[in-house]
């Protein structure tokens, strides 16, 4: 039964099937990390970031407003 539920090739074989897939998922990350960061000037802020936090919060106030009453 045992037999059935193991899969097929040696160990040797196995072994060297997970080396190269540890292989290839180190490389995938080496390459994820050197894709992911950037060195160079940062990019400008948008100018209409405190507008958009401006909406959120005035949101929050007229949500709590709705929900709990003027105080």
């Known amino acids: 039964m045992l037999a059935v ?3 097929a090739g040696d160990s040797r ?3 060297g ?6 292989m290839a ?6 390459s994820f990390v050197e894709d992911t ?3 160079g ?7 209409y970031r405190w507008f958009s936090a401006g909406f959120v ?3 929050a106030v007229l949500g709590a407003v709705f929900l ?3 105080l």
């Open 25 to 30: 998922a180190r490389v995938a990350m080496a």
């Open 57 to 59: 919060l005035t949101g």
């Open 41 to 47: 000037p940062r990019p400008q802020a948008s100018p």
């Open 5 to 7: 539920l193991r899969p």
């Open 13 to 15: 074989q196995q072994a």
């Open 37 to 39: 960061l950037t060195f």
């Open 68 to 70: 709990f009453g003027p």
């Open 17 to 22: 099937d997970l080396n190269r897939a540890e």
